[in-house]
């Protein structure tokens, strides 16, 4: 059964960066969409950007466009989430999933890791 296994999250301040992975075990990402989401205190998930198991194409929520980054490495099984320029309201739990089609619809995720944290705090 596929596993993912998020990582790369921490304490960092506005304005800092961070690189999160998604690392997947037990099956190949290349046959997925992958997406990330993340989910603040209080709030319900919410998906931020996702990546097209075809052609390479992104999706980016409009909160996220210009400073968050998705890419693929199917020959490490990782998909990788560069986020720049971080604010406050970024924090929360960061997750990856898989999904057949290209889309944040949290509904038509199967797959998901265990989720890593991102505070952003001065």
């Known amino acids: 059964q596929l596993q993912l296994v998020e990582s790369g999250g921490g304490l960092v301040q506005p304005g800092g960066s961070l690189r999160l992975s998604c690392a997947a075990s037990?099956?190949?990402?290349?046959?997925?969409?992958i997406g990330w989401f993340r989910q603040a205190p209080g709030k319900e998930r919410e998906g931020v950007s996702c990546i097209s198991n075809s052609d390479g194409s992104t999706y980016y929520d409009d909160a996220v466009k210009g400073r968050f980054t998705l890419s693929r490495d199917n020959a490490k099984n990782t998909v990788y989430l560069q986020i720049n320029s971080l604010k406050p309201e970024d924090t929360g739990v960061y997750y990856c999933?898989?999904?057949?089609?290209?889309?944040?619809?949290?509904?038509?995720?199967?797959?998901w890791g265990q989720g890593t944290q991102v505070t952003v705090s001065s």
């Open positions: 999933a898989t999904s057949w089609l290209f889309t944040v619809l949290t509904t038509e995720y199967n797959y």
């Open positions: 037990g099956g190949t990402l290349d046959h997925y969409a």
